[in-house]
């Protein structure tokens, strides 16, 4: 599965795993006030994101397939795969470039590195 949206599908699924599980009526009236959607842009966006397998309609009750957390983690690890051919010291380097690190986020980082060596 690939895990990428578009801005706007982001924007989607980000209310979404906000409020959810809702009705995909709630959903609409959601859209409506907080993305100027009509209806059945809601509806096209969510059976998109449906066909993806991020998200289920069942019943007329929305709810995530797939978590926010898992969503970016997975994002960022086909992006460091597709980019730095899955090479994370090759996007340490390159994110911290011209960038010093705090104490606190190179504690952070050790912290991370000994938790899932």
């Known amino acids: ?9 982001m ?10 599980p809702l009705p ?8 409506a ?3 100027c959607w009509k209806k059945s ?3 096209t966006i969510l059976r998109r994101v449906c066909d993806r397998g991020l998200f289920r309609n069942e019943n007329g009750v929305v709810a995530s397939v797939v978590s926010k957390d898992e969503f970016l983690a997975r994002q960022s690890e ?12 090759k996007f340490l380097t390159a994110f ?17 590195i000994e938790e899932n060596r």
């Open 11 to 20: 924007k989607f699924a980000e209310l979404i795993w906000d409020n959810e």
């Open 78 to 89: 086909q992006f460091v795969d597709n980019t730095f051919q899955g090479s994370l010291p």
């Open 1 to 9: 599965m690939e895990y990428k949206l578009g801005e706007i599908e």
């Open 24 to 31: 995909s009526g709630e959903l609409a009236r959601l859209c």
């Open 33 to 35: 006030k907080v993305l």
């Open 41 to 43: 842009t809601t509806y």
């Open 96 to 112: 911290t470039s011209g960038r010093k690190l705090s104490d606190s986020d190179v504690e952070e980082l050790k912290k991370i």
